[in-house]
Structures are given as structure tokens and as C-alpha cells.
């Protein structure tokens, strides 16, 4: 069955470096990607989508790939800033029809000034 | 604001009542849905709805009741044969404009505890 792997560890960096976290697929092929962040006790908001034949995405601070190949995607953030802490989740077209996106369990950013 | 209306955002029951989450959208979207989200675990989908007066069954449904009987609503019912209740409710809505590829827009949840 279809798979997403994140790092289950809270990343920890400082203010200003860059956050870098993993999204990992098995045993599926997705058209597109989509990373998410969530913040404690509140819903997920959408932040970038890619597309299996983009390479990379950007929007402002954040940037995104796609490794079809090794059937990855990592999420940037740079110059990060404290405020950037939150849940950040991947999510991948799952087979069967309409939107029907497969969630993987979140990485915990924390960002310290 | 256009947004989702979870409520409540919390609430508790005892085993062995059904219980109701109310979900209202104002966004103007077709599709609806429900996840269920637990410590560690990936969102997964409880039911989905593409269009009013319809509606299919997710990963997870058993246990569950949907209704869209209006486009803005989606109440999702708990029943008492749900072994594992508590948990974290996400309704979520999206529009057709980008077809499979539209974003999710989701509600800021109901955390549903059973005793």
C-alpha cells in the first residue's frame, strides 16, 4: 500500500538557517505533492504544491523538490524565523479518485531565536 | 471571511452515545471532507462528499454517518460503534477550479474525547 515517511524527530535549528525537512513515498507514483503546516490545536493550511514533472518550487522563503526517482520531496525554509514553528506535513495524491490525499504524520519544526 | 466552521472545538461523551460534529463552509465548495488525525499518525480520511446529496466512503468509515444535504454543511456522526472515538476531527472543502490538484482548506478541528 501507498506510504509517506517524515522524520518523526522534532527538528531543532536557530533563527536565520535554513530548515530542511524530508518527505519519503513508497510504492506509488504521484502526480503532485503538497506540503501543509499545522499549528498545535488548529487545522492544516496549505502552503505549496508540485507536480511530478517540476523539479522545484518557490514561494517567497519556502522552496520545494520532487525526486521522482528517489521518491522524495524535501521542504525549505530559509532565513527561518521563530515564528516559522509549527507541524509541517506532506501530502500525495492517493489512487482512487477525486482529491483524495494521503497524509504523512508531520515534522515538528522549532525554530529558536 | 470565507472559511470552515468547525465547532464545537471541544467535547466530550460518554461510551456508548453517538455524537455529531457540525462542519460549515462558506467558500462556495463542492467537495467535503472529514479526516481523523492521531498522535503520530498521518491524517486519514473518513468520508467525502463531491457533490450535495452524495457522498463516499474514506479509509476509516466504519463507525461513521455523513449527511450533505446542503453544499455549506457536512455533519459527521460518531457512532457508538466506533471502537476508538477519541481522537482529533478535521473537516476540510476544496473547489473544483484546479480539478485534483486543488488545496484543501481545512477547519480548525473538534477534539472529541470519550469516556
Known amino acids: 500500500s501507498q506510504k509517506i515517511e517524515q522524520n518523526s524527530e522534532a527538528l531543532n535549528i536557530q533563527e536565520g538557517k535554513t530548515a530542511t525537512l524530508t518527505c519519503n513515498y513508497t510504492?506509488?507514483?504521484?502526480?503532485?505533492l503538497q506540503w501543509y503546516r499545522q499549528d498545535p490545536g488548529r487545522g492544516p493550511v496549505f502552503l505549496l504544491l508540485?507536480?511530478?514533472?517540476?523539479k522545484e518550487k518557490r514561494k517567497e522563503r519556502l522552496k520545494v523538490t520532487f525526486d521522482t526517482t528517489l521518491k522524495q520531496s524535501l521542504f525549505h525554509i530559509t532565513a527561518s524565523q521563530p515564528a516559522d514553528s509549527a507541524t509541517y506535513l506532506c501530502?500525495?495524491?492517493?489512487?482512487?479518485?477525486?482529491?483524495?490525499?494521503?497524509f504523512g504524520a508531520g515534522t515538528r519544526l522549532a525554530v529558536h531565536p | 471571511d470565507g472559511g470552515i466552521t468547525q465547532s464545537p472545538k471541544y467535547l466530550f461523551r460518554k461510551e456508548g452515545q453517538n455524537v455529531t460534529l457540525s462542519c460549515e463552509q462558506n467558500?462556495?465548495?463542492?467537495?467535503m471532507y472529514w479526516y481523523r488525525q492521531d498522535p503520530g499518525q498521518g491524517l486519514r480520511l473518513i468520508y467525502y462528499?463531491?457533490?450535495?446529496?452524495?457522498?463516499q466512503k474514506g479509509d476509516i468509515a466504519e463507525g461513521y454517518s455523513v449527511s450533505r444535504e446542503k453544499k455549506e454543511s457536512f455533519p459527521l456522526t460518531v457512532t457508538s460503534a466506533q471502537k476508538n472515538p477519541t481522537a482529533f476531527y478535521l473537516c476540510?472543502?476544496?473547489?473544483?477550479?484546479?480539478?485534483?490538484?486543488?488545496?484543501?482548506?481545512f477547519g480548525n478541528g473538534t477534539r472529541l474525547t470519550v469516556t
Open positions: 501530502a500525495l495524491d492517493g489512487s482512487g479518485g477525486y482529491n483524495k490525499l494521503i
Open positions: 510504492n506509488y507514483s504521484p502526480a503532485y
Open positions: 467558500l462556495n465548495h463542492d467537495a
Open positions: 462528499s463531491q457533490i450535495v446529496n452524495d457522498f
Open positions: 508540485i507536480r511530478e514533472n517540476e
Open positions: 476540510a472543502s476544496s473547489s473544483r477550479d484546479r480539478g485534483l490538484e486543488s488545496p484543501l482548506h
